[in-house]
């Protein structure tokens, strides 16, 4: 079993970067597929950015190709999201997940293990 704890988050301005972390214990990330996902207030949890168990290819949202990227550092057994050009709109709690799929696929519902979140909040 994984633990995850994410951290990076804060309260920027639009057009600025954050890297947010989502680091590992119990076992190593290279285990699963890793997601991100964020939930807004009032709105549904929506996949992000997700890194296949490979660690070769990643898959994004419409909403983020372009100005996210997802990553892995096996020897920090830890899972970054450097996020460019933020906008309000990207504003929320930003969780990552771990699923012992080969794929990160964009279903909340298939991931088994998640962090507590961390904020980001865009101001315009």
């Known amino acids: 079993q994984v633990q995850l704890v994410e951290s990076g988050g804060g309260l920027v301005q639009a057009g600025d970067s954050l890297r947010l972390s989502c680091a590992a214990s119990?076992?190593?990330?290279?285990?699963?597929?890793m997601g991100w996902f964020r939930q807004a207030p009032g709105k549904e949890r929506e996949f992000v950015a997700g890194?296949?168990?490979?660690?070769?290819?990643?898959a994004y949202a419409d909403s983020v190709k372009g100005r996210f990227t997802i990553s892995r550092d096996n020897a920090k057994n830890t899972v970054y999201l450097q996020m460019n050009n933020l906008k309000p709109e990207d504003t929320a709690v930003y969780h990552c997940?771990?699923?012992?799929?080969?794929?990160?696929?964009?279903?909340?519902?298939?991931?088994?293990?998640w962090g507590q979140g961390t904020q980001v909040t865009v101001s315009s």
């Open positions: 997940a771990a699923t012992l799929t080969f794929r990160a696929v964009p279903i909340a519902g298939a991931y088994d293990y």
């Open positions: 119990g076992r190593t990330v290279s285990s699963y597929a």
């Open positions: 890194l296949h168990r490979s660690g070769g290819s990643t």
